[in-house]
Protein backbone atom coordinates (compact mmCIF):
# COMPACT_ATOMS: atom_id res chain seq x y z
CA UNK A 1 0.00 0.00 0.00
CA UNK A 2 1.20 3.45 -0.86
CA UNK A 3 1.15 5.33 2.33
CA UNK A 4 2.53 8.39 1.74
CA UNK A 5 1.93 10.18 -1.61
CA UNK A 6 1.61 13.80 -1.53
CA UNK A 7 -0.19 15.79 -4.52
CA UNK A 8 2.22 16.74 -6.38
CA UNK A 9 2.89 20.25 -8.06
CA UNK A 10 4.46 19.52 -11.12
CA UNK A 11 6.22 22.93 -12.88
CA UNK A 12 6.07 24.02 -16.31
CA UNK A 13 9.58 22.65 -17.85
CA UNK A 14 11.53 23.43 -21.53
CA UNK A 15 14.60 21.59 -22.04
CA UNK A 16 16.01 21.64 -25.46
CA UNK A 17 17.69 23.60 -28.06
CA UNK A 18 16.16 27.08 -29.48
CA UNK A 19 14.26 28.40 -26.54
CA UNK A 20 15.19 31.99 -26.64
CA UNK A 21 10.90 32.96 -27.35
CA UNK A 22 10.69 31.24 -24.05
CA UNK A 23 13.29 33.08 -22.60
CA UNK A 24 12.41 36.25 -23.69
CA UNK A 25 8.55 35.78 -22.43
CA UNK A 26 9.91 35.26 -19.04
CA UNK A 27 12.09 38.61 -18.99
CA UNK A 28 8.40 40.65 -20.78
CA UNK A 29 7.15 40.04 -17.67
CA UNK A 30 9.69 42.16 -15.63
CA UNK A 31 10.48 39.80 -13.07
CA UNK A 32 13.36 40.81 -10.02
CA UNK A 33 16.44 38.73 -11.10
CA UNK A 34 18.57 36.80 -8.75
CA UNK A 35 22.09 35.60 -10.60
CA UNK A 36 25.37 35.42 -10.30
CA UNK A 37 27.99 37.63 -12.84
CA UNK A 38 28.72 35.00 -14.90
CA UNK A 39 25.10 34.47 -15.15
CA UNK A 40 24.08 37.80 -15.97
CA UNK A 41 26.76 37.89 -18.90
CA UNK A 42 25.50 34.58 -20.62
CA UNK A 43 21.80 35.93 -20.37
CA UNK A 44 22.78 39.05 -21.93
CA UNK A 45 24.48 37.15 -24.92
CA UNK A 46 21.10 35.68 -25.32
CA UNK A 47 18.30 37.96 -25.30
CA UNK A 48 18.37 41.96 -25.84
CA UNK A 49 19.65 44.04 -23.08
CA UNK A 50 16.40 46.23 -23.01
CA UNK A 51 14.80 43.35 -21.78
CA UNK A 52 16.35 43.49 -17.88
CA UNK A 53 16.77 46.84 -18.09
CA UNK A 54 14.97 48.61 -15.63
CA UNK A 55 15.00 45.56 -13.62
CA UNK A 56 15.96 44.92 -10.51
CA UNK A 57 19.02 42.57 -10.15
CA UNK A 58 20.44 40.98 -7.04
CA UNK A 59 23.49 39.19 -6.90
CA UNK A 60 23.01 36.23 -4.78
CA UNK A 61 25.74 35.99 -3.33
CA UNK A 62 24.67 39.45 -1.41
CA UNK A 63 21.50 37.58 -0.13
CA UNK A 64 20.43 38.50 3.32
CA UNK A 65 17.55 39.94 5.45
CA UNK A 66 17.84 43.42 3.82
CA UNK A 67 17.49 42.32 0.14
CA UNK A 68 14.76 40.14 1.30
CA UNK A 69 12.80 42.78 2.35
CA UNK A 70 13.41 44.45 -1.03
CA UNK A 71 11.81 41.42 -2.47
CA UNK A 72 8.59 41.53 -0.49
CA UNK A 73 8.37 45.37 -1.11
CA UNK A 74 9.33 44.69 -5.17
CA UNK A 75 5.94 45.45 -7.42
CA UNK A 76 7.48 42.65 -9.72
CA UNK A 77 4.62 39.68 -9.63
CA UNK A 78 7.57 36.69 -10.26
CA UNK A 79 11.16 36.27 -9.48
CA UNK A 80 13.36 34.69 -12.08
CA UNK A 81 16.84 32.86 -10.29
CA UNK A 82 20.07 32.11 -12.99
CA UNK A 83 22.93 30.49 -11.67
CA UNK A 84 23.52 26.79 -9.71
CA UNK A 85 21.70 25.10 -6.98
CA UNK A 86 22.89 28.11 -4.39
CA UNK A 87 21.09 31.56 -6.68
CA UNK A 88 18.29 28.81 -6.49
CA UNK A 89 17.93 27.94 -3.43
CA UNK A 90 17.83 31.58 -2.30
CA UNK A 91 15.28 31.93 -4.71
CA UNK A 92 13.07 29.09 -3.99
CA UNK A 93 13.30 30.76 -0.34
CA UNK A 94 12.23 34.09 -1.39
CA UNK A 95 9.17 33.12 -3.47
CA UNK A 96 7.79 30.49 -0.95
CA UNK A 97 8.31 33.66 1.67
CA UNK A 98 6.78 36.07 -1.14
CA UNK A 99 4.47 33.55 -3.01
CA UNK A 100 6.04 35.02 -5.93
CA UNK A 101 5.85 33.10 -9.72
CA UNK A 102 9.22 31.62 -9.73
CA UNK A 103 11.17 30.70 -12.92
CA UNK A 104 13.99 28.97 -12.68
CA UNK A 105 16.60 29.24 -15.63
CA UNK A 106 19.78 26.88 -14.59
CA UNK A 107 23.39 27.76 -16.10
CA UNK A 108 24.53 24.44 -14.83
CA UNK A 109 23.34 21.10 -14.06
CA UNK A 110 25.47 20.51 -10.65
CA UNK A 111 22.05 19.38 -8.83
CA UNK A 112 18.41 18.52 -9.37
CA UNK A 113 17.58 21.46 -6.89
CA UNK A 114 15.72 23.45 -9.72
CA UNK A 115 13.58 20.44 -9.52
CA UNK A 116 12.58 20.03 -5.72
CA UNK A 117 10.88 22.20 -3.01
CA UNK A 118 13.79 21.68 -0.42
CA UNK A 119 16.59 24.34 0.29
CA UNK A 120 20.17 22.72 1.30
CA UNK A 121 22.08 25.68 1.07
CA UNK A 122 23.76 26.57 4.34
CA UNK A 123 23.02 30.22 3.52
CA UNK A 124 19.73 28.95 4.76
CA UNK A 125 19.21 25.75 6.00
CA UNK A 126 21.16 25.54 9.28
CA UNK A 127 20.84 21.86 9.61
CA UNK A 128 19.45 19.22 6.36
CA UNK A 129 17.38 20.68 3.90
CA UNK A 130 14.26 22.91 4.74
CA UNK A 131 10.48 23.13 3.02
CA UNK A 132 10.62 25.94 -0.03
CA UNK A 133 8.78 26.61 -3.25
CA UNK A 134 9.37 24.34 -6.25
CA UNK A 135 9.49 26.42 -9.02
CA UNK A 136 6.58 27.22 -11.57
CA UNK A 137 8.44 26.79 -14.88
CA UNK A 138 11.68 25.24 -15.34
CA UNK A 139 13.81 26.39 -18.75
CA UNK A 140 16.82 24.44 -19.26
CA UNK A 141 18.98 26.05 -22.37
CA UNK A 142 20.96 23.09 -23.38
CA UNK A 143 22.63 26.04 -25.16
CA UNK A 144 23.17 28.18 -21.92
CA UNK A 145 24.13 24.49 -20.36
CA UNK A 146 26.85 23.38 -22.46
CA UNK A 147 28.89 26.80 -22.11
CA UNK A 148 29.23 25.80 -18.85
CA UNK A 149 32.53 23.86 -17.40
CA UNK A 150 31.83 20.50 -18.02
CA UNK A 151 32.86 19.60 -14.46
CA UNK A 152 29.82 21.55 -12.88
CA UNK A 153 27.39 20.00 -15.33
CA UNK A 154 28.66 16.46 -14.90
CA UNK A 155 28.40 16.89 -10.96
CA UNK A 156 24.75 16.59 -11.43
CA UNK A 157 25.30 12.56 -12.31
CA UNK A 158 25.90 12.33 -8.41
CA UNK A 159 22.45 13.22 -7.46
CA UNK A 160 21.18 10.40 -9.06
CA UNK A 161 23.56 8.09 -8.30
CA UNK A 162 22.63 8.37 -4.68
CA UNK A 163 19.90 6.17 -5.33
CA UNK A 164 21.92 3.25 -5.27
CA UNK A 165 23.08 3.50 -1.64
CA UNK A 166 19.43 5.53 -0.39
CA UNK A 167 17.60 2.93 -1.49
CA UNK A 168 19.49 0.66 0.53
CA UNK A 169 19.49 2.61 3.50
CA UNK A 170 15.95 2.58 3.30
CA UNK A 171 14.87 -1.16 3.09
CA UNK A 172 17.77 -1.24 5.88
CA UNK A 173 15.09 0.71 8.21
CA UNK A 174 12.19 -1.12 6.47
CA UNK A 175 14.14 -4.44 8.00
CA UNK A 176 15.21 -3.31 11.06
CA UNK A 177 12.40 -0.59 11.88
CA UNK A 178 14.38 0.50 15.07
CA UNK A 179 12.12 2.10 17.95
CA UNK A 180 13.84 5.78 17.28
CA UNK A 181 12.96 6.30 14.54
CA UNK A 182 9.49 6.38 12.85
CA UNK A 183 9.59 6.62 8.74
CA UNK A 184 7.62 5.13 6.22
CA UNK A 185 7.58 1.75 4.60
CA UNK A 186 9.87 0.63 2.01
CA UNK A 187 7.81 1.68 -0.61
CA UNK A 188 8.72 -1.05 -3.44
CA UNK A 189 6.50 0.88 -6.51
CA UNK A 190 8.77 4.56 -5.61
CA UNK A 191 11.96 2.72 -4.97
CA UNK A 192 11.83 0.88 -8.54
CA UNK A 193 11.26 4.28 -10.53
CA UNK A 194 13.78 5.73 -8.27
CA UNK A 195 16.38 2.58 -9.14
CA UNK A 196 15.19 3.21 -13.33
CA UNK A 197 17.11 6.56 -13.13
CA UNK A 198 19.90 5.20 -11.92
CA UNK A 199 19.90 2.68 -15.33
CA UNK A 200 18.90 5.15 -17.44
CA UNK A 201 22.09 7.07 -15.72
CA UNK A 202 24.45 4.18 -16.55
CA UNK A 203 22.70 3.69 -20.71
CA UNK A 204 23.54 7.69 -20.74
CA UNK A 205 26.56 7.71 -19.35
CA UNK A 206 29.09 8.09 -22.31
CA UNK A 207 26.88 11.14 -23.86
CA UNK A 208 26.89 12.85 -20.59
CA UNK A 209 31.02 12.50 -20.17
CA UNK A 210 31.00 13.95 -23.54
CA UNK A 211 28.96 16.61 -22.72
CA UNK A 212 26.85 16.60 -26.32
CA UNK A 213 23.25 17.55 -26.37
CA UNK A 214 22.02 14.33 -25.86
CA UNK A 215 24.01 13.97 -22.98
CA UNK A 216 22.90 16.95 -21.56
CA UNK A 217 19.46 16.85 -22.12
CA UNK A 218 19.07 12.76 -20.57
CA UNK A 219 21.22 14.51 -17.56
CA UNK A 220 18.22 17.37 -17.04
CA UNK A 221 16.11 14.99 -17.57
CA UNK A 222 16.80 12.89 -15.03
CA UNK A 223 17.52 15.89 -12.31
CA UNK A 224 13.96 16.79 -12.78
CA UNK A 225 12.58 13.46 -12.38
CA UNK A 226 14.51 12.83 -9.36
CA UNK A 227 13.17 16.04 -7.98
CA UNK A 228 9.68 14.72 -9.26
CA UNK A 229 10.02 11.88 -7.33
CA UNK A 230 10.94 13.86 -3.85
CA UNK A 231 8.00 15.83 -4.27
CA UNK A 232 5.60 13.24 -5.32
CA UNK A 233 6.18 10.96 -2.26
CA UNK A 234 7.23 13.99 0.13
CA UNK A 235 10.40 13.20 1.41
CA UNK A 236 13.66 12.36 -0.28
CA UNK A 237 13.83 8.88 1.28
CA UNK A 238 14.33 7.33 -2.41
CA UNK A 239 17.12 8.88 -3.44
CA UNK A 240 18.78 10.30 -0.09
CA UNK A 241 20.76 8.16 2.16
CA UNK A 242 23.87 7.99 4.31
CA UNK A 243 25.89 9.66 0.99
CA UNK A 244 24.01 12.86 1.40
CA UNK A 245 24.35 12.78 5.13
CA UNK A 246 28.32 12.94 4.59
CA UNK A 247 27.95 15.38 1.58
CA UNK A 248 25.86 17.45 4.16
CA UNK A 249 28.27 17.42 7.08
CA UNK A 250 31.26 18.46 4.39
CA UNK A 251 29.26 21.53 3.47
CA UNK A 252 27.85 22.51 6.88
CA UNK A 253 31.06 21.79 8.31
CA UNK A 254 33.66 23.46 6.13
CA UNK A 255 33.86 26.89 4.40
CA UNK A 256 35.63 25.57 0.97
CA UNK A 257 33.45 25.15 -1.71
CA UNK A 258 32.41 21.77 -2.90
CA UNK A 259 30.47 20.81 -5.99
CA UNK A 260 27.53 19.28 -4.05
CA UNK A 261 27.35 16.55 -6.94
CA UNK A 262 30.95 15.80 -6.44
CA UNK A 263 30.55 15.13 -2.85
CA UNK A 264 27.09 13.12 -3.13
CA UNK A 265 29.12 10.36 -5.74
CA UNK A 266 31.89 10.20 -2.97
CA UNK A 267 29.57 9.65 -0.54
CA UNK A 268 27.91 7.00 -2.68
CA UNK A 269 31.19 4.98 -3.33
CA UNK A 270 32.29 5.00 0.67
CA UNK A 271 28.12 4.04 1.74
CA UNK A 272 28.12 1.13 -0.87
CA UNK A 273 31.34 -0.36 0.78
CA UNK A 274 30.27 0.55 4.14
CA UNK A 275 26.30 -1.28 2.79
CA UNK A 276 28.46 -4.50 1.28
CA UNK A 277 27.19 -3.23 -1.53
CA UNK A 278 28.92 -3.93 -5.57
CA UNK A 279 31.32 -0.86 -5.47
CA UNK A 280 32.28 -1.59 -8.66
CA UNK A 281 28.89 -1.05 -10.52
CA UNK A 282 29.13 2.59 -8.95
CA UNK A 283 32.65 3.19 -9.74
CA UNK A 284 32.04 2.01 -13.76
CA UNK A 285 29.69 4.56 -14.02
CA UNK A 286 31.66 7.39 -12.10
CA UNK A 287 34.54 6.34 -14.65
CA UNK A 288 32.95 6.49 -17.70
CA UNK A 289 31.27 10.05 -16.71
CA UNK A 290 34.16 11.23 -15.15
CA UNK A 291 33.45 11.96 -11.85
CA UNK A 292 36.38 12.54 -9.87
CA UNK A 293 37.35 10.06 -7.29
CA UNK A 294 40.69 11.64 -5.64
CA UNK A 295 39.81 14.32 -2.73
CA UNK A 296 42.57 16.45 -4.05
CA UNK A 297 40.34 16.93 -6.95
CA UNK A 298 37.19 17.11 -4.92
CA UNK A 299 38.89 19.34 -2.52
CA UNK A 300 38.78 17.35 0.69
CA UNK A 301 41.91 16.03 2.83
CA UNK A 302 42.06 12.22 4.97
CA UNK A 303 41.01 14.29 7.81
CA UNK A 304 38.41 16.86 6.98
CA UNK A 305 36.44 13.11 5.62
CA UNK A 306 36.43 11.36 8.63
CA UNK A 307 35.38 14.13 10.76
CA UNK A 308 32.86 14.47 8.21
CA UNK A 309 31.77 10.70 8.77
CA UNK A 310 31.53 11.48 12.60
CA UNK A 311 28.98 13.89 12.46
CA UNK A 312 27.43 12.40 9.51
CA UNK A 313 24.94 10.64 11.13
CA UNK A 314 23.38 13.63 13.56
CA UNK A 315 22.82 15.73 10.27
CA UNK A 316 18.65 14.62 9.92
CA UNK A 317 16.41 13.51 12.12
CA UNK A 318 14.50 10.42 11.50
CA UNK A 319 16.39 9.28 9.19
CA UNK A 320 17.99 5.46 9.75
CA UNK A 321 20.61 4.48 7.71
CA UNK A 322 23.91 2.38 7.55
CA UNK A 323 26.36 4.70 9.53
CA UNK A 324 23.48 4.26 12.13
CA UNK A 325 23.49 0.69 12.37
CA UNK A 326 27.30 0.59 12.18
CA UNK A 327 27.36 2.98 14.41
CA UNK A 328 31.70 3.34 13.69
CA UNK A 329 34.44 5.19 15.99
CA UNK A 330 36.88 7.41 14.36
CA UNK A 331 39.57 4.60 14.17
CA UNK A 332 37.15 2.64 12.41
CA UNK A 333 36.60 5.41 9.74
CA UNK A 334 40.38 6.13 9.41
CA UNK A 335 40.65 1.91 8.44
CA UNK A 336 37.91 2.28 6.13
CA UNK A 337 39.15 5.20 4.10
CA UNK A 338 42.64 3.63 4.47
CA UNK A 339 41.14 0.84 2.97
CA UNK A 340 39.25 2.30 0.10
CA UNK A 341 42.54 4.42 -0.67
CA UNK A 342 44.60 1.14 -0.57
CA UNK A 343 42.10 -0.81 -3.13
CA UNK A 344 41.75 2.43 -5.28
CA UNK A 345 38.46 2.93 -4.66
CA UNK A 346 39.18 6.58 -3.72
CA UNK A 347 42.22 8.02 -4.35
CA UNK A 348 44.33 10.96 -1.69
ZN1 LIG B 1 21.62 16.19 -3.55
Same mark, same amino acid.
Given at each position: ??????? @???????????????????????????? %??? &????????????????????????????????????????? !???????????????????????????????? %???????? @????????????????????????????????????????????????????????????????????????? !?????????????????????????????????????????? %????????????????????????????????????? &??????????????????????????????????????????????????????? %??????????????????????
Amino acid at each position: MIEKMKS @CYIPEIHIGINLKNEIIKVFEEKPDIVA %NQD &SIKIIRGFIEDSLIENQAIYLAKDFDSIRLKNFIHSKAKSI !VAMGGGAAIDIVKYISFLTKKRLIVIPTILST %NAFATSKI @CSKEIATKGSIEAKIPDKVIISLEIIKKADKRFNIAGAGDILSIYTANYDWKLYDNEKPEEFDEDNYNETIAN !VSLSLLNSLEKNARQIKEHTYEGLESLAQLLILSGYITSMYG %NGRPESGSEHLFANSIELNFNNKFLHGELVALGTLIM &SYLQNQDVSYIMDIINIIGLPRSLTEIGLTFEEIIDALIKAKDMKKNRYTILHKL %NLSRSEFENIIKELIKKNIIME
